[in-house]
């Protein structure tokens, strides 16, 4: 490679670090415990727990659990119902609108043998608060879609140093020994050495986690899209009618039946009552799962007619939304139980040292040039 085109990949790595190391370190280092969540979730607030019974006892209509959360939470409409996999119970979110703001929500884990609550997410405890002002860091900066955005265009400009830094690795390689850690020479040689040799080790993992970090910050403008054109389309016959009042919410028991018969081998994830973002004003969505492993992450919702319970449509998510999708586990290793979690989580400090090196390179070599300018300086006086 030419002098001048590893000159220009010098300039493209160094500017492309600097401006998002900073950002990036607050992504690797709250990304941290966010590997952990629900483990962390599990330690502070436990699973609820479900008075014993015996295993034949008959489960009560999903009906009942949603007017028990009516009753429980007098002024409010519901929103979703989510599923637990261990136990006979699930979640009810309500809220006084159909776009609640953050917090302005409550979550009610019903029992599915008594139709009566076994926690509320009311009262959120020191280690959840925590967890949610990391989240919020990781994802948009307390910024909303701006924030996404932005730390979108920091991921993308990560990408590229990782490109510019295997690009300018190869030569420099040349004249040492993969692996070589020069520990006779000066500190900044030493941590250049571990750059270089953490970077390229970890270089896969380093693509596939600010790849999927930048997918995950158009989750918005995605999901927004998709509102507009598919759902849209699956929905024109009702674009002229008048959106379905909550009194008039039919059956969401019925629903659920309705989308297992339409996608035998599969599970409901979630449902979305009319009026929210994941619906439509006239329907049920019952977002549907994958049956085994690796088609768990899939989602395909069943649109259920909420006066009829009758299935409107349910069609295949889109290329671009499988992507979003698949791309959140990726990002955090959730896919393979704790021993993956864990080698992410190893793979996250590496990244961390990465970033920290780089910065620690750049301040010695600006502070040698200030040392050189002065001692120019003193030669000329």
Same mark, same amino acid.
């Given at each position: 490679?030419?002098?001048?085109?590893?000159?220009?990949?010098?300039?493209? &790595?160094?500017?492309?670090?600097?401006v998002?190391?900073?950002?990036?370190?607050?992504?690797?280092?709250t990304?941290?415990?966010?590997?952990?969540?629900?483990?962390?979730?599990?330690?502070?607030?436990?699973?609820p727990?479900?008075?014993?019974? $015996?295993?034949?006892?008959?489960?009560?209509?999903?009906?009942?659990m949603?007017?028990? +959360?009516m009753?429980?939470?007098?002024?409010?409409?519901?929103?979703?119902?989510?599923?637990?996999?261990?136990?006979? $119970?699930?979640? !009810?979110?309500t809220a006084?609108? %159909?776009?609640?703001?953050?917090g302005?929500?409550?979550?009610? $884990?019903?029992?599915?043998r008594?139709?009566e609550?076994?926690?509320?997410?009311?009262? *959120?405890? =020191?280690?959840?608060?925590?967890?949610? #002002?990391?989240?919020?860091?990781?994802?948009?900066?307390?910024?909303d879609?701006?924030?996404?955005l932005?730390?979108?265009?920091?991921?993308?400009?990560?990408?590229?140093?990782?490109?510019?830094? #295997?690009?300018?690795? %190869?030569?420099f390689?040349?004249?040492?020994?993969?692996?070589? *850690?020069r520990?006779?020479?000066s500190?900044?040689t030493?941590?250049l050495?571990?750059h270089?040799l953490?970077?390229? !080790? =970890?270089?896969?993992? *380093?693509?596939?986690v600010g790849?999927?970090? #930048?997918?995950?910050?158009l989750s918005?403008?995605?999901?927004?899209?998709?509102?507009?054109?598919?759902? $849209?389309?699956?929905i024109?016959?009702?674009k002229?009618?008048?959106?379905?009042?909550?009194?008039?919410?039919?059956? !969401?028991?019925?629903?659920?039946?309705? +989308?297992?018969?339409? %996608?035998?081998?599969?599970?409901?994830?979630?449902v979305?009552?009319?009026? =929210?973002? /994941?619906?439509?004003?006239?329907? /049920? +969505? !019952?977002?549907?799962?994958?049956?085994? +492993?690796?088609?768990?992450?899939?989602?395909t919702?069943?649109?259920?007619?909420?006066?009829?319970?009758?299935?409107?449509?349910?069609?295949?998510?889109?290329?671009?939304?499988?992507?979003?999708?698949?791309?959140?586990?990726? &990002?955090?290793?959730?896919?393979?139980?704790?021993?993956?979690?864990?080698?992410?989580?190893l793979l996250?400090?590496?990244?961390?040292?990465i970033?920290?090196?780089?910065?620690?390179l750049?301040?010695?070599k600006?502070?040698?040039r200030?040392?050189?300018?002065?001692?120019?300086?003193?030669?000329?006086?």
């Amino acid at each position: 490679m030419k002098s001048g085109t590893i000159r220009a990949w010098h300039v493209v &790595h160094k500017w492309t670090s600097l401006v998002c190391t900073v950002f990036l370190l607050m992504l690797c280092i709250t990304g941290l415990p966010l590997i952990f969540h629900d483990e962390i979730d599990a330690l502070a607030e436990g699973e609820p727990r479900v008075p014993a019974m $015996a295993t034949d006892t008959p489960l009560r209509s999903y009906d009942d659990m949603v007017t028990t +959360a009516m009753r429980l939470n007098p002024g409010e409409r519901p929103l979703f119902m989510s599923f637990y996999e261990d136990i006979p $119970a699930v979640n !009810v979110t309500t809220a006084k609108s %159909a776009q609640p703001g953050d917090g302005e929500y409550t979550i009610t $884990a019903i029992d599915l043998r008594t139709a009566e609550p076994i926690g509320s997410s009311d009262e *959120v405890g =020191t280690v959840g608060m925590i967890m949610e #002002v990391i989240l919020r860091l990781h994802v948009d900066l307390f910024a909303d879609l701006p924030g996404k955005l932005f730390l979108g265009f920091m991921g993308f400009l990560f990408l590229i140093a990782t490109i510019s830094g #295997v690009v300018l690795y %190869a030569p420099f390689m040349r004249k040492l020994d993969f692996a070589t *850690v020069r520990h006779d020479r000066s500190a900044q040689t030493r941590w250049l050495d571990w750059h270089n040799l953490l970077g390229i !080790v =970890t270089l896969a993992w *380093v693509s596939i986690v600010g790849l999927t970090g #930048v997918i995950n910050t158009l989750s918005d403008p995605m999901f927004d899209f998709w509102r507009a054109n598919q759902l $849209a389309e699956l929905i024109a016959p009702y674009k002229d009618l008048d959106p379905v009042p909550v009194e008039q919410f039919g059956s !969401v028991h019925k629903a659920l039946e309705t +989308a297992r018969a339409a %996608a035998p081998g599969t599970q409901p994830q979630f449902v979305a009552f009319p009026g =929210t973002r /994941f619906s439509s004003e006239h329907h /049920f +969505a !019952v977002w549907m799962r994958g049956g085994t +492993a690796a088609t768990a992450e899939l989602l395909t919702p069943a649109l259920i007619d909420t006066k009829t319970g009758e299935l409107t449509a349910m069609r295949t998510m889109p290329w671009y939304m499988l992507a979003l999708r698949l791309s959140q586990p990726f &990002h955090f290793g959730d896919y393979a139980g704790l021993p993956l979690k864990i080698l992410w989580a190893l793979l996250d400090i590496a990244a961390i040292i990465i970033l920290w090196s780089g910065l620690k390179l750049w301040l010695g070599k600006r502070k040698e040039r200030n040392s050189a300018a002065r001692v120019s300086t003193q030669v000329l006086a």
